[in-house]
Nanobody, 121 residues
Framework: QVRLVESGGGSVQAGGSLRLSCVAP?????MGWFRQAPGKEREGVGG????????YYVDSVKGRFTISQDRAKNTVYLQMNSLKPEDTAMYYC?????????????????WGLGTQVTVSS
């Protein structure tokens, strides 16, 4: 069974930064980050086409979050700056293939267990 492994979550004050990491057992065309806050639906945050390097972001994080990769290590990162309390959520790494900006389960179908990010005001 394919399992992605996230790390790097934690608690920070508003305006702070965190970097999440996700290691995959093999290379996937798409790797991305999703988040789910209590009582809310899961939403796509950022995705990267590991072949082309193209990146995709949800509007609410553009200019604050940056997704990057280390292809040799099958690892993607989510650098989160200027964090806000509304960024508080469980963050999940996901992988698959297709159009990496679609956030669709047809594209992202392997998942990690998640890492908690808490931003206090």
């Amino acid at each position: 069974q394919v399992r992605l492994v996230e790390s790097g979550g934690g608690s920070v004050q508003a305006g702070g930064s965190l970097r999440l990491s996700c290691v995959a057992p093999v290379q996937f065309n798409c790797m991305g980050w999703f988040r789910q806050a209590p009582g809310k639906e899961r939403e796509g945050v950022g995705g990267i086409n590991t072949i082309s390097g193209s990146t995709y972001y949800v509007d609410s994080v553009k200019g604050r979050f940056t997704i990057s990769q280390d292809r040799a290590k099958n690892t993607v990162y989510l650098q989160m700056n200027s964090l806000k309390p509304e960024d508080t959520a469980m963050y999940y790494c996901a992988a698959g293939r297709g159009f990496c900006g679609s956030w669709s389960p047809d594209t992202y179908y392997y998942w990690g267990l998640g890492t908690q990010v808490t931003v206090s005001s």
